[in-house]
T-cell receptor, first 112, second 110 residues
Framework: SQKIEQNSEALNIQEGKTATLTCNYT??????LQWYRQDPGRGPVFLLL?????KEKRKERLKVTFDTTLKQSLFHITASQPADSATYLC???????????FGGGTRLMVKP | SQTIHQWPATLVQPVGSPLSLECTVE??????LYWYRQAAGRGLQLLFY??????ISSEVPQNLSASRPQDRQFILSSKKLLLSDSGFYLC?????????FGPGTRLTVT
């Protein structure tokens, strides 16, 4: 069956450090992968999309890598700030391309 | 620009009572629309999606139903709520590839 796995344990880091979150998937052949941010009591907000032919994508302090051989994406936040504290979700379309499935998310806590 | 609305924001309902949650989208036409549920501390569970008026696909068998009476309106309903229906309900529409979510409805079934 298709699975998207993210570390369910919270990631605690110190302000200024780089946060790295992992998304692993099985039985998908995604053309692209997406990352979202979700704050408590709010809906997820789209951050980045990376295509299968892109190894890396950057947006301000965010960097995403996509390794279709390892079936893994890494999400980095450099120079992290307490305001970056949130749950981060990765998402993939199913192989039919009509439904977006989300991982369980990883909660990031950045301490000042 | 596109905007997505959901109401009510919060709802407390007794077991066995009916439910109606509404979602409307502005600034786009013929959007693909989705209903998700998120239990406390859990991931997003896709409930229904719709590619057009009157076209509903259900992903999870349950006592919930969805309808799309107008192009930019998506309604989630139940005739009799269960305790397990408690959760955070989110409506979303799809842009090119990404999804845009509404503010959500927090439903507590007592």
């Amino acid at each position: 069956s298709q699975k998207i796995e993210q570390n369910s344990e919270a990631l605690n880091i110190q302000e200024g450090k780089t946060a790295t979150l992992t998304c692993n998937y099985t039985n998908y052949s995604p053309a692209y992968l997406q990352w979202y941010r979700q704050d408590p009591g709010r809906g997820p907000v789209f951050l980045l999309l990376i295509r299968e032919n892109e190894k890396e994508k950057r947006k301000e302090r965010l960097k995403v890598t996509f390794d279709t051989t390892l079936k893994q994406s890494l999400f980095h936040i450099t120079a992290s700030q307490p305001a970056d504290s949130a749950t981060y979700l990765c998402a993939l379309y199913n192989n039919a391309g009509n439904m977006l499935t989300f991982g369980g998310g990883t909660r990031l806590m950045v301490k000042p | 620009s596109q905007t997505i609305h959901q109401w009510p924001a919060t709802l407390v309902q007794p077991v066995g009572s009916p439910l109606s949650l509404e979602c409307t989208v502005e600034g786009t036409s013929n959007p693909n629309l989705y209903w998700y549920r998120q239990a406390a501390g859990r991931g997003l569970q896709l409930l229904f999606y719709s590619v057009g008026i009157g076209q509903i696909s259900s992903e999870v068998p349950q006592n919930l139903s969805a309808s799309r009476p107008q192009d930019r309106q998506f309604i989630l309903s139940s005739k009799k709520l269960l305790l397990s229906d408690s959760g955070f309900y989110l409506c979303a529409w799809t842009g090119t590839y990404e999804q845009y979510f509404g503010p959500g409805t927090r439903l507590t079934v007592t």
